[in-house]
């Protein structure tokens, strides 16, 4: 009989989608949090439910065979790259089977077969955007003594605490210039004394540094969340940032009063430079502002969008919608293979991107609709002016589709769906109700996006079963 609070042995034989070991104890499965498969551990079960139990390293009694040093200083505390410690190809073979079992399991295809595995090359240093987050209540490490210096952290949150934050002097999934535009802007704050904002109380300056990198045209915006206006308070971090790099593209302040804790100002001064950055994928170059969508790796982006266009086969003759469209990466890339292309999206400022986007790079066949997709194409009389699509493409936020939607995919009746996801539970349980009104999976891709982290995207390619 297994007890809460206490310690066991467990061998961890695979990695959940989350990115945890699983270990099991005759049929009761346990995630153990830092666990790799290949370790047998010591690890201190600290909850447990009716089907399953959660538990957290210890002590590793036998090394996996995959185990690699972590790269990461932080790796112990930040919480963000959870598999830095398990060989890459490993860490892509996991996110396979995951994607595999997922399917199966809630998707009912018990004979399930995932055609293409895209690893992400490079593997570090791949995101184009961070934000980090300015603290009076930084995270103490175990070794510090009580009495440090502990007033002021600029970098990521501490899992599952939403007020403490661990001071990040390097992280190797962001570009390896962001770190030097952290730590100097973390230096320069402090000795000009400028206060973080507090999450409690509501008082203080500085809430969040976000860095957007171009990653194909090298530019870059530096953008900063204050909570309340005041561009001389700033500038001495302006001044120094210029110094150290001239070639910063674009230097911004969001302004955000709101209590809510989030990077996205009310109104943003331009500090210095031009208020957008360029972002290049294929032959397009977008406009890329402060608080705008856009693929955090641009480089496995554009394989994902490839694999889209190959499942999509589009020809000249096609009609297509692209559903959740964003700020139209998609609908963008696609449109010199079709006749026309409707992007559907409910945020404006993303279609007013999308808009621009389209006139700046000289496409004329894109057409973008302001639409909440949960109810649209059952409850607006607009749908029937528009022409009906050969091929839809979703790309839906991690909850999926609503259930209307899902099932009136089916109902629209385009020769191909290919439907792109960053979460394959609820892309798996929508699959369900796609396959149920006459459509076949005729494909199922995993591009991985984002090295070492829990995350997974993927590609499924449905065909209507009657051709
Ligand atoms: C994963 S993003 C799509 C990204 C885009 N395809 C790209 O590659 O840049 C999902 C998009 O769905 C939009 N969205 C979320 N709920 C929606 C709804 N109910 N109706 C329409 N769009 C929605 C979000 O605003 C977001 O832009």
């Given amino acids: ?232 308070f700033l500038q001495p971090i302006v001044d120094a940032l210029l110094e150290k790099y001239p070639k910063i593209t674009s230097i911004i302040n969001n302004v955000n009063t709101r209590k809510g804790d989030t990077a996205h100002g009310e109104y943003e001064i331009i500090l210095h430079g031009t208020p957008t950055i360029e972002e290049k994928m294929g032959e397009l170059t977008f406009e890329v502002s402060a608080n705008s969508f856009f693929q955090t790796n641009s480089i496995q982006g554009e394989k994902l969008y490839e694999i889209a266009l190959e499942g999509a086969d589009i020809t000249k003759d096609d009609i297509v919608y692209d559903l959740y469209c964003g700020t139209g990466t ?22 007013e991107d999308a808009a621009r986007n389209a006139v700046s790079n000289g496409i004329g066949n894109t057409f973008f609709h302001k639409a909440n997709l949960d109810t649209f194409f059952t409850q607006t009389g607009l749908v029937k002016k528009l022409p009906k699509p050969d091929v839809v493409i979703v790309d839906p936020p991690r909850a999926g589709m609503h259930e209307k939607m899902a099932r009136h995919l089916a109902k629209i009746g385009a020769k191909r769906i290919v439907y792109i996801s960053c979460n394959p539970a609820t892309q798996a349980r929508d699959t369900r109700i796609i396959l149920d009104r006459g459509y076949t999976l005729t494909k199922l891709a995993v591009v991985d996006m984002f090295p070492h982290t829990a995350h997974v995207e993927t590609v499924a390619v449905f065909t209507k079963s009657s051709e």
């Avoid at 890339?333 to 409707?342: G, Q, T």
Wanted: net charge positive; proline share 3%; hydrophobic share 40%.
């Fill in 1 to 232: 009989m297994l007890k809460k609070g206490t310690e066991l042995e467990l061998k961890i034989e695979s990695l959940a989608y989350g990115a945890r070991g699983v270990a099991r104890v005759d049929d009761f499965v346990i995630f153990v949090d830092g666990g790799i498969p290949g370790q047998t551990v010591n690890a201190f079960l600290y909850k447990k439910r009716k089907g399953f139990g959660e538990a957290r390293v210890v002590e590793v009694l036998k090394q996996s065979s995959d185990y690699v040093v972590p790269r990461c200083e932080h790796f112990d505390f930040c919480g963000g790259c959870r598999a830095q410690h398990l060989e890459y190809a490993e860490q892509v073979n996991q996110k396979r089977q995951q994607v595999e079992n997922i399917f199966r399991r809630m998707a009912g295809i018990k004979d399930i077969k995932i055609d293409t595995v895209v690893p992400s090359d490079p593997y570090f240093h791949y995101r184009n955007k961070m934000e980090f987050t300015f603290s009076n209540r930084r995270w103490l490490l175990p070794d510090e003594p009580e009495n440090v210096e502990k007033d002021f952290a600029l970098g990521l949150h501490i899992p599952k605490r939403f007020d403490k934050i661990l001071d990040i002097n390097e992280c190797h999934i962001q570009q390896t210039l962001g770190n030097g535009i952290l730590n100097l802007v973390r230096a320069v704050a402090k000795e000009n004394n400028l206060k973080p904002y507090d999450v409690r109380t509501h008082i203080g300056f500085l809430r969040h540094l976000v860095l957007r990198f171009g990653v194909n045209t090298n530019q870059v915006m530096v953008n900063f969340v204050t909570s309340y206006e005041n561009t001389d």
């Fill in 330 to 351: 998609i609908t963008l890339y696609i449109a010199k293979y079709a006749k026309e292309v409707h992007g559907f999206e409910v945020i404006v400022s993303a279609l």
